[in-house]
Protein backbone atom coordinates (compact mmCIF):
# COMPACT_ATOMS: atom_id res chain seq x y z
CA UNK A 1 0.00 0.00 0.00
CA UNK A 2 2.79 2.67 0.90
CA UNK A 3 3.92 1.61 -2.74
CA UNK A 4 1.18 2.63 -4.19
CA UNK A 5 0.60 5.88 -2.38
CA UNK A 6 4.26 6.84 -3.12
CA UNK A 7 3.79 6.10 -6.71
CA UNK A 8 1.03 8.47 -6.91
CA UNK A 9 2.67 11.09 -5.21
CA UNK A 10 5.56 10.78 -8.00
CA UNK A 11 3.26 10.53 -10.79
CA UNK A 12 1.49 14.14 -9.61
CA UNK A 13 4.80 15.41 -9.22
CA UNK A 14 5.92 14.84 -12.46
CA UNK A 15 2.15 15.95 -13.59
CA UNK A 16 3.00 19.39 -12.11
CA UNK A 17 6.22 19.87 -14.04
CA UNK A 18 4.55 18.71 -17.12
CA UNK A 19 4.11 21.61 -20.11
CA UNK A 20 0.86 22.84 -20.78
CA UNK A 21 -1.68 21.10 -23.15
CA UNK A 22 -0.11 21.69 -27.12
CA UNK A 23 -2.08 25.12 -28.13
CA UNK A 24 -2.63 26.40 -31.66
CA UNK A 25 -1.16 29.27 -32.69
CA UNK A 26 -3.14 32.89 -33.73
CA UNK A 27 -1.63 36.14 -34.66
CA UNK A 28 -2.70 38.46 -32.86
CA UNK A 29 -2.50 42.78 -33.78
CA UNK A 30 -4.38 45.44 -31.49
CA UNK A 31 -4.23 49.02 -32.02
CA UNK A 32 -5.54 51.45 -28.67
CA UNK A 33 -6.08 54.87 -28.76
CA UNK A 34 -7.75 57.61 -26.89
CA UNK A 35 -10.41 60.01 -28.53
CA UNK A 36 -11.62 63.30 -27.05
CA UNK A 37 -12.59 63.23 -23.73
CA UNK A 38 -13.98 66.56 -23.19
CA UNK A 39 -17.41 65.63 -23.88
CA UNK A 40 -17.51 62.02 -22.69
CA UNK A 41 -16.35 63.09 -19.36
CA UNK A 42 -19.17 65.65 -18.15
CA UNK A 43 -21.27 62.51 -19.20
CA UNK A 44 -19.38 59.66 -17.15
CA UNK A 45 -18.92 59.48 -13.24
CA UNK A 46 -15.38 58.13 -13.27
CA UNK A 47 -14.00 56.98 -9.55
CA UNK A 48 -11.31 58.84 -8.33
CA UNK A 49 -8.98 55.77 -7.88
CA UNK A 50 -9.63 52.87 -10.51
CA UNK A 51 -7.64 50.51 -9.26
CA UNK A 52 -3.57 49.17 -10.72
CA UNK A 53 -2.90 46.78 -12.82
CA UNK A 54 -1.87 42.91 -12.20
CA UNK A 55 1.36 43.41 -13.78
CA UNK A 56 2.79 40.65 -11.24
CA UNK A 57 0.69 37.54 -12.82
CA UNK A 58 2.82 34.76 -12.87
CA UNK A 59 1.00 33.93 -16.43
CA UNK A 60 2.29 37.40 -17.84
CA UNK A 61 4.02 36.16 -21.23
CA UNK A 62 5.83 38.87 -23.57
CA UNK A 63 6.08 37.83 -27.10
CA UNK A 64 8.06 39.47 -29.82
CA UNK A 65 6.32 41.65 -32.18
CA UNK A 66 6.22 40.51 -36.04
CA UNK A 67 7.61 42.13 -38.84
CA UNK A 68 5.99 45.26 -39.59
CA UNK A 69 5.90 44.43 -43.03
CA UNK A 70 2.85 41.91 -42.38
CA UNK A 71 0.91 44.36 -40.25
CA UNK A 72 -2.48 44.48 -41.21
CA UNK A 73 -4.07 47.52 -39.54
CA UNK A 74 -1.94 50.26 -40.43
CA UNK A 75 -4.94 51.83 -42.75
CA UNK A 76 -6.97 51.59 -39.90
CA UNK A 77 -4.70 53.48 -37.88
CA UNK A 78 -3.75 56.24 -39.94
CA UNK A 79 -7.98 56.54 -40.49
CA UNK A 80 -7.85 56.79 -36.61
CA UNK A 81 -5.33 59.34 -36.85
CA UNK A 82 -7.20 61.56 -39.35
CA UNK A 83 -10.64 61.43 -37.31
CA UNK A 84 -9.26 63.16 -34.61
CA UNK A 85 -8.28 60.19 -32.78
CA UNK A 86 -4.88 59.34 -31.12
CA UNK A 87 -2.98 56.13 -31.44
CA UNK A 88 -1.46 54.79 -28.27
CA UNK A 89 -0.18 51.33 -28.88
CA UNK A 90 0.13 49.47 -32.02
CA UNK A 91 1.46 45.92 -32.00
CA UNK A 92 1.45 42.58 -33.66
CA UNK A 93 2.39 38.96 -32.46
CA UNK A 94 2.02 35.41 -32.85
CA UNK A 95 1.39 33.36 -29.82
CA UNK A 96 -0.29 29.78 -28.36
CA UNK A 97 -3.70 30.08 -27.32
CA UNK A 98 -4.82 27.98 -23.98
CA UNK A 99 -7.87 27.39 -22.26
CA UNK A 100 -8.96 30.15 -19.87
CA UNK A 101 -7.67 28.21 -16.81
CA UNK A 102 -4.17 28.23 -18.62
CA UNK A 103 -4.18 31.68 -20.12
CA UNK A 104 -1.57 33.97 -21.09
CA UNK A 105 -1.79 37.92 -20.46
CA UNK A 106 0.63 39.98 -22.68
CA UNK A 107 1.60 43.46 -21.23
CA UNK A 108 0.64 46.69 -23.76
CA UNK A 109 2.39 49.86 -22.71
CA UNK A 110 2.30 53.13 -25.29
CA UNK A 111 5.76 54.55 -26.03
CA UNK A 112 4.57 58.14 -25.29
CA UNK A 113 4.67 59.20 -21.48
CA UNK A 114 2.11 61.37 -19.59
CA UNK A 115 5.09 61.60 -16.58
CA UNK A 116 8.82 60.52 -16.54
CA UNK A 117 8.49 56.55 -16.28
CA UNK A 118 4.77 56.73 -16.78
CA UNK A 119 3.30 55.67 -20.19
CA UNK A 120 0.29 56.95 -21.43
CA UNK A 121 -1.60 54.04 -21.37
CA UNK A 122 -0.80 50.26 -20.19
CA UNK A 123 -2.59 47.03 -19.29
CA UNK A 124 -3.27 43.76 -20.06
CA UNK A 125 -4.44 41.67 -23.26
CA UNK A 126 -5.83 38.17 -22.81
CA UNK A 127 -6.63 35.41 -25.70
CA UNK A 128 -8.13 31.67 -24.63
CA UNK A 129 -10.37 29.68 -26.05
CA UNK A 130 -13.43 27.91 -25.13
CA UNK A 131 -15.27 26.75 -27.84
CA UNK A 132 -14.93 30.20 -29.11
CA UNK A 133 -12.22 32.66 -28.65
CA UNK A 134 -11.91 35.23 -25.83
CA UNK A 135 -10.32 38.35 -25.22
CA UNK A 136 -9.90 40.34 -21.47
CA UNK A 137 -9.23 43.73 -21.78
CA UNK A 138 -7.99 45.50 -18.89
CA UNK A 139 -6.50 49.02 -19.60
CA UNK A 140 -5.10 52.06 -17.87
CA UNK A 141 -5.70 55.45 -19.96
CA UNK A 142 -3.55 58.41 -18.05
CA UNK A 143 -4.08 62.35 -18.56
CA UNK A 144 -6.40 65.00 -18.55
CA UNK A 145 -10.09 65.32 -19.06
CA UNK A 146 -12.75 67.63 -18.91
CA UNK A 147 -12.28 70.56 -17.31
CA UNK A 148 -10.95 69.37 -13.70
CA UNK A 149 -7.96 71.49 -12.49
CA UNK A 150 -5.16 69.83 -12.20
CA UNK A 151 -1.64 71.10 -10.77
CA UNK A 152 1.55 71.21 -13.32
CA UNK A 153 2.87 67.39 -13.27
CA UNK A 154 -0.52 65.47 -12.36
CA UNK A 155 -2.95 63.37 -14.10
CA UNK A 156 -5.99 60.96 -14.01
CA UNK A 157 -5.99 57.44 -14.34
CA UNK A 158 -9.33 55.54 -16.14
CA UNK A 159 -9.35 52.17 -16.19
CA UNK A 160 -11.04 50.18 -18.71
CA UNK A 161 -11.91 46.46 -18.42
CA UNK A 162 -13.67 43.67 -20.67
CA UNK A 163 -14.49 40.88 -21.48
CA UNK A 164 -15.50 39.83 -25.26
CA UNK A 165 -16.03 36.52 -27.36
CA UNK A 166 -14.89 36.79 -30.69
CA UNK A 167 -14.14 35.16 -33.87
CA UNK A 168 -10.88 34.66 -35.84
CA UNK A 169 -10.78 36.59 -39.35
CA UNK A 170 -12.88 39.46 -37.89
CA UNK A 171 -11.85 42.63 -36.90
CA UNK A 172 -13.13 43.52 -33.77
CA UNK A 173 -13.58 47.37 -32.05
CA UNK A 174 -14.15 47.42 -28.01
CA UNK A 175 -15.53 50.98 -27.21
CA UNK A 176 -14.73 53.27 -24.29
CA UNK A 177 -15.59 56.79 -23.63
CA UNK A 178 -12.67 58.03 -23.86
CA UNK A 179 -10.89 55.00 -25.48
CA UNK A 180 -10.92 52.49 -28.27
CA UNK A 181 -9.47 49.10 -28.97
CA UNK A 182 -9.36 47.08 -32.56
CA UNK A 183 -8.44 43.77 -32.43
CA UNK A 184 -7.77 41.09 -35.26
CA UNK A 185 -6.97 37.21 -34.71
CA UNK A 186 -5.58 34.92 -37.26
CA UNK A 187 -5.58 31.78 -36.94
CA UNK A 188 -1.73 30.30 -37.81
CA UNK A 189 -0.66 26.91 -38.98
CA UNK A 190 -0.52 24.54 -35.66
CA UNK A 191 3.09 24.22 -34.12
CA UNK A 192 1.42 21.55 -32.14
CA UNK A 193 1.07 18.59 -33.74
CA UNK A 194 -2.12 17.76 -32.00
CA UNK A 195 -4.74 15.85 -33.46
CA UNK A 196 -7.19 17.49 -31.09
CA UNK A 197 -9.84 19.92 -32.53
CA UNK A 198 -7.96 23.15 -33.39
CA UNK A 199 -9.32 26.46 -31.77
CA UNK A 200 -9.75 27.86 -35.49
CA UNK A 201 -12.25 25.26 -35.98
CA UNK A 202 -13.76 26.19 -33.16
CA UNK A 203 -13.38 29.77 -33.21
CA UNK A 204 -15.04 29.57 -37.06
CA UNK A 205 -18.02 27.45 -35.42
CA UNK A 206 -21.44 29.16 -36.20
CA UNK A 207 -22.47 31.52 -33.26
CA UNK A 208 -25.95 33.09 -32.47
CA UNK A 209 -24.35 36.01 -30.81
CA UNK A 210 -22.51 38.37 -33.59
CA UNK A 211 -19.98 40.35 -31.76
CA UNK A 212 -19.57 43.84 -32.12
CA UNK A 213 -17.20 44.58 -35.14
CA UNK A 214 -15.76 47.56 -36.56
CA UNK A 215 -17.54 48.10 -39.12
CA UNK A 216 -16.75 51.98 -40.20
CA UNK A 217 -12.97 51.70 -40.90
CA UNK A 218 -13.35 51.94 -45.00
Known amino acids: ?30 VVFARDGSAAFSEERWPANPG ?13 DSPRGGWRLTGAKQRLESTGMTPLIHRAWAQPVYSRK ?6 LRAN ?17 VNRYLHVELD ?14 GEFQSYRFKQHRRMRSKELHYI ?4 MGVLIEILPLESRSGSDDQTEEDAAEAPTPEQPEAAKNQE
Open 112 to 128: SSIAPGVPRAEGLITVS
Open 52 to 64: MIEHGNARITEYA
Open 1 to 30: MKKIVTLLIILLTLCGTLPLHAADWFRVEV
Open 102 to 107: NARSVP
Open 175 to 178: DHPL
Open 139 to 152: MVLRGKMGNTPLLP
